[in-house]
């Protein structure tokens, strides 16, 4: 087990544990976690790459209705995971350690909603800590692989939440594209009037709804503090839909 910290989300509602030296959950984690609006009791979410377990954690917060799994190649931040789990006494939330380009046709067709923030530095230089270039940078799997994965672990009519740098999206809606409608896409940027760097994408599968375009979600106002709606989702847990 690495060394760790002991952190929190959400306003201190969420306890996380992270390693020191090592992967560390940013804010798209909560972004992308309050994507999704409404779920059933008894549905059930897969975070694909569920890294830390951030996304997992604000889900089981919102949704303890839900059964929650995360699957995580990197056996350290699983052990660390499942801790965040039973400290924050989160029953419906498991994770499990297990290679995505190994994947096990009984995931496939389960789910009924697939949450992810797949690795995004496909052309960046990988970072000397092995945990931050696991993350980080594809090695053995690509984009549009993972996402090919992520759609096949869905249900029919099942939805899948997508976070990434803006330049992906090209890649993104390919995948997308056929196979999926009700697609929505957020830009995300970090302040007024600058691009967006980062993309957050809804779909559902096996529809044929028109795609949409929202405005802008900002996230820092002039001063650096979060904006209104920013400080809503991030610290008190708000869909980003609301």
């Not at 909560?30 to 604000?58: F, M, R, Y």
């Not at 923030?117 to 799997?141: C, Q, R, V």
Request: charged letters at 20%.
């Amino acid at each position: 087990m690495p060394a760790y910290t002991n952190d929190y989300l959400l306003d201190k509602k969420i306890k996380i544990f992270q390693p020191v030296d090592g992967y560390r959950a940013s804010s798209d984690a909560v972004l992308l976690s309050s994507a999704i609006q409404k779920v059933k009791t008894g549905e059930t979410i897969l975070d694909l790459g569920s890294g830390t377990g951030a996304i997992s954690l604000c889900l089981a917060h919102r949704f303890p209705q839900a059964n929650i799994t995360g699957f995580e190649i990197q056996n350290d931040l699983v052990a660390l995971s499942n801790m965040s789990a039973k400290a924050n006494n989160y029953k419906n939330l498991n994770f499990i350690n297990c290679d995505l380009c190994k994947p096990d046709s009984t995931w496939f067709g389960k789910y009924d909603h697939v949450i992810t923030n797949p690795p995004y530095a496909k052309d960046d230089m990988p970072s000397p800590n092995l945990g931050k270039a696991t993350a980080h940078n594809f090695e053995h799997i690509d984009l549009s692989t993972w996402l090919n994965l992520a759609l096949k672990c869905l249900r029919s009519q099942g939805r899948i939440y997508i976070i990434n740098r803006a330049s992906a999206i090209d890649e993104i809606l390919s995948v997308l594209h056929s196979r999926t409608g009700a697609i929505t896409i957020v830009p995300l940027c970090s302040k007024r009037g600058q691009n967006a760097k980062r993309v957050l994408i809804c779909a559902r599968k096996g529809v044929h709804t028109p795609t949409r375009i929202l405005p802008p979600l900002t996230i820092h106002g002039e001063t650096g503090s979060y904006t209104a709606k920013a400080q809503k989702i991030l610290r008190e847990g708000q869909c980003l839909f609301d």
